[in-house]
Nanobody, 118 residues
């Protein structure tokens, strides 16, 4: 398992941008699929984006396609989520997750709050 720590959340107006970061421990970081999830108040946690170990292939939930970009820097053990054109419905706690394959995320961060005001 890896230890994950998210940062970069905050309050932003609709249409604005934020960049979330996730710092990972461990020497085999590039072997992990990395993903971002989010959980809005009173709702289930939902998948947002993922990126494979090599960084070449990404996937997004439909509601963020064209607005969010996931990336990673394996040399720094970092994963990022660039969020543009933010909407109030993007308000949630965002979590970073790591796993050996998509859907099998065994390591989670503590979450970072993103609030988008209208």
């Amino acid at each position: 398992q890896v230890q994950l720590v998210e940062s970069g959340g905050g309050l932003v107006q609709a249409g604005g941008s934020l960049r979330l970061s996730c710092a990972a421990s461990g020497r085999t970081f590039d072997m992990y699929f990395m993903a971002w999830f989010r959980q809005a108040a009173g709702k289930d946690r939902e998948f947002v984006a993922r990126i494979r170990g090599s960084g070449g292939i990404t996937d997004y939930t439909n509601s963020v396609k064209g607005r969010f970009t996931v990336s990673r820097d394996n040399a720094k053990n970092m994963v990022y989520l660039q969020m543009n054109s933010l909407k109030p419905e993007d308000t949630a706690v965002y979590y970073c997750a790591a796993g050996s394959r998509p859907g099998a995320y065994g390591s989670w961060g503590q979450g970072t709050q993103v609030t988008v005001s209208s």
